[in-house]
């Protein structure tokens, strides 16, 4: 077991929650908004009511307040424990830690290319872990502390109830504004980056991957990027990535070194075990 015994799982970035909040609020003004839409007139400018305008405003209100939600409840090969059983003693090991009940399942997707996983829910408790197989292919041999990194952070996802039905609801209209919608994703990736560090201290070629590609990773300076991280900053910077719906990965590495969860800030001109990642 590799868990942080010092800190309480499952762990939250500090801006989360009120981010979270402040959007089911404007949730729920838009949903105010759209009804009033399409239930009376009072919203409608003067010169469009009785016209064709007025209807067609209905309309796309009734529209909005029925596909929005229809979009987020709308949710590959599973992964057998028999052939698979280490990664299924993670998951095992994982989800009882943070308090995930069942234990999700687990499924390989062709990912066309791409590096990626996701946690979903099907349902309101069926919960499951997707991994693309270019990074199943390209962790699991290799390293697995690093696949359970992953594993670890999109069960985070599930234990936050970023998956969750009743979570995508209440945030289904709010989700789609520029900038804030972003912005609360950027913020439960940092969430669930902390609780697959806690879980996984040694899993830093999981974000490693990520970042440099299939290719490259085994020759990159895991404390060179923990510098490029540390300096990427700046008011330029900010406004990039307001409308990512991630944040920049080798942020995020800088981010779990600074918090301990991937051992100290160090950097590259610092000695330490293992500079080179392989």
């Known amino acids: 077991m590799a868990h942080s015994g010092a800190r309480k799982l499952p762990l939250r970035h500090p801006a989360e929650n009120p981010t979270f909040i402040l959007m089911v609020v404007l949730n729920l003004v838009i949903l105010g908004f759209l009804i009033d839409f399409l239930v009376?007139?009072?919203?409608?400018?003067?010169?469009?009511?009785?016209?064709?305008?007025e209807y067609t405003?209905?309309?796309?209100?009734?529209?909005?307040?029925?596909?929005?939600?229809?979009?987020?409840?709308?949710?590959?090969v599973q992964l057998s424990r028999t052939q698979f059983p280490d990664l299924y003693a993670s998951i095992d090991d994982f989800a009882g830690t943070l308090g995930v009940k069942p234990t999700p399942v687990l499924y390989l997707?062709?990912?066309?290319?791409?590096?990626?996983?996701f946690a979903?829910?099907?349902?309101?408790?069926?919960?499951?872990?997707?991994?693309?197989?270019e990074l199943f292919a390209n962790l699991r041999n290799d390293n697995r502390e690093g696949t359970r990194f992953i594993l670890g952070h999109e069960i985070g996802h599930i234990r936050l109830h970023h998956v969750a039905l009743w979570y995508s609801l209440v945030l289904c209209y709010s989700s789609l504004i520029p900038i804030l919608g972003p912005t609360l994703s950027r913020l439960r990736e940092?969430?669930?980056?902390?609780?697959?560090?806690a879980l996984e201290p040694k899993g830093e070629l999981g974000l490693i991957l990520l970042t440099a590609g299939r290719y490259a990773a085994d020759n990159v300076q895991a404390s060179e990027l923990v510098d490029q991280g540390r300096h990427l900053g700046g008011f330029w910077v900010g406004?990039?990535?307001?409308?990512?719906?991630?944040?920049?990965?080798?942020?995020?590495?800088?981010?779990?070194?600074?918090?301990?969860?991937?051992?100290?800030?160090?950097?590259?001109?610092?000695?330490?075990?293992?500079q080179e990642v392989g």
Do not use: E, K
Request: aromatic share 8%; with cysteine.
């Open 40 to 53: 009376s007139a009072s919203l409608i400018p003067p010169a469009l009511r009785g016209t064709n305008w």
């Open 57 to 76: 405003w209905r309309a796309v209100a009734g529209a909005i307040i029925l596909v929005a939600p229809v979009i987020m409840i709308v949710r590959q």
């Open 109 to 117: 997707s062709n990912g066309n290319g791409t590096l990626n996983a």
């Open 120 to 133: 979903a829910q099907s349902g309101w408790t069926n919960n499951y872990v997707v991994l693309s197989n």
């Open 190 to 197: 940092y969430s669930c980056d902390r609780n697959g560090a």
């Open 239 to 274: 406004i990039s990535q307001l409308p990512r719906s991630h944040p920049w990965t080798v942020r995020r590495i800088w981010r779990l070194h600074q918090l301990g969860l991937f051992g100290p800030a160090r950097t590259s001109d610092q000695p330490h075990a293992s």
